[in-house]
């Protein structure tokens, strides 16, 4: 089973992108879950994660105040807005589900193909 990541795009920098994940297999609700984002020539990382169990985000410092992960129950959807894009976050952005946001990328599963985000001028 994989999560459908959608919505990448070429923006300039400063410039905004919003993500959507989604299944129709199962409720994304019942699980948390995270995005990443792997560039080229480097490791995969985690840029947020909204826990399934009382909707809590997580950030790293690299996204704060710029990223903003949420649900849309209602359409089986977990969004990623994605603003003052800058020329350090292009990779591939994919969504993966958990038991919670403390588990390791590695217990992260149902991993899609992921979507391109490209920030250039």
């Known amino acids: 089973v994989q999560l459908q990541a959608y919505g990448g795009g070429s923006v300039q920098p400063g410039g905004s992108l919003r993500l959507s994940c989604t299944t129709s297999?199962?409720?994304?609700?019942?699980?948390?879950i995270g995005w990443f984002r792997q560039a080229p020539g480097k490791e995969r990382e985690g840029v947020s994660c909204i826990s399934g169990s009382d909707n809590t985000t997580y950030y790293p410092t690299e996204v704060a105040g710029r990223f903003t992960i949420s649900r849309d129950n209602a359409k089986n959807t977990v969004h990623l807005q994605m603003n003052s894009l800058k020329p350090e976050d292009p990779a591939v952005y994919y969504c993966?589900?958990?038991?919670?946001?403390?588990?390791?990328?590695?217990?992260?599963?149902?991993w899609g193909h992921g979507t391109q985000v490209t920030v250039s001028s």
């Open positions: 297999v199962f409720k994304l609700d019942h699980y948390a």
């Open positions: 993966a589900s958990a038991s919670g946001c403390e588990a390791s990328m590695a217990e992260f599963g149902s």
